[in-house]
């Protein structure tokens, strides 16, 4: 699957990606107008002017920073554009079935107060990296997984806020028992009886969930008491304030910063497995 280039045309990746059956990949005309919105946001919060200035200039071929951020809509449509085909192409490739894996930890939700930023992805990539490194000294295999950081807002039935992240992988050549051993949080970190640490599921379409994994959208997710008395959650977009604070620690962080690639790396640009 060849990657986008700039001669293409500014649609060519929705196009692409329709190919792969994802048909709501975002258009040219959607990130410019997102990115329009996040930049009068961060000129309403007081973000610094040379960001903004920045920001404002960047095109779905060019960014207007001399380092994009993740938090910049153009740079991540290419991003996404590039790292979606590449992965789909990559995992399908390898051997056994597809797997998408959902990981949460305790260490990784924080204060409201404290913002998004203060949870490490440094840490976060380093658990994901030990588990795997488990998994391969248990079974002597060596998965290869794309996937992503993302950070949600967790608001509690007694309506206590918190920024928790979590990680979404597809993993190829590992099963779903080798995965829930190697990946598990362990007993030491008591969670309530709710929360799920490690969701492992099939994967129907590579491109689709692989979009879903390296989204740069961010929601609140509500808990409330089910009809069956069971905790659950609704899941809506952001406030504006809080949205604002979500897209600044966005733009502190350079572009891709929360891509997880494991057995894989980027080379110029192309997705490449890492020889054993
Ligand atoms: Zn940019």
């Known amino acids: 699957m060849p990657d986008t280039t700039a001669s293409d045309p500014p649609d060519a990746a929705s196009e692409r990606m329709a190919t792969l059956g994802l048909h709501n990949f975002e258009t040219t005309a959607d990130a410019t107008a997102r990115q329009q919105q996040l930049v009068r ?23 207007g ?19 979606i085909p590449q992965a789909d192409h990559l995992l399908r490739a390898q051997p056994g079935p597809l797997l998408s894996v959902t990981l949460v930890h305790p260490r990784w939700e924080v204060p ?12 976060v990539k380093q658990h994901v990296k ?16 794309v996937g992503a950081f993302e950070v949600c807002l967790n608001r509690d039935a007694d309506g206590t806020k918190t920024w928790a992240g979590q990680v979404h992988l597809i993993v190829a050549g590992a099963t779903r028992d080798e995965l829930h051993a190697a990946l598990g949080v362990g007993k030491r970190h008591p969670l309530p009886p709710y929360a799920k640490p490690l969701v492992v599921e099939d994967v129907s379409n590579t491109a689709r969930q692989q979009a879903y994994a390296l989204k740069r959208y961010a929601e609140q997710r509500i808990a409330y008491l089910a ?4 905790q659950a959650r609704r899941h809506l977009p952001l406030d504006a304030r809080d949205q604002r604070r979500f897209d600044r620690w966005l733009c502190r962080l350079s572009l891709g910063e929360r891509v997880i690639l494991v057995g894989c790396k980027r080379l110029n640009g192309q997705l490449v497995s890492v020889a054993p």
């Open 65 to 83: 920073l001399s380092r994009c951020r993740d938090g910049c809509h153009e740079g991540q449509r290419r991003l996404r554009a590039g790292l």
């Open 41 to 63: 946001g961060l000129t309403r919060a007081g973000a610094l002017g040379g960001l903004i200035r920045g920001l404002a200039k960047c095109t779905p071929e060019t960014c």
């Open 130 to 145: 030990r588990g795997f490194m488990r998994l391969t000294a248990k079974s002597g295999k060596r998965p290869t997984a």
């Open 227 to 230: 009809a069956n008395g069971r």
């Open 112 to 123: 409201y107060e404290a913002g998004p930023g203060a949870i490490s992805i440094p840490a």
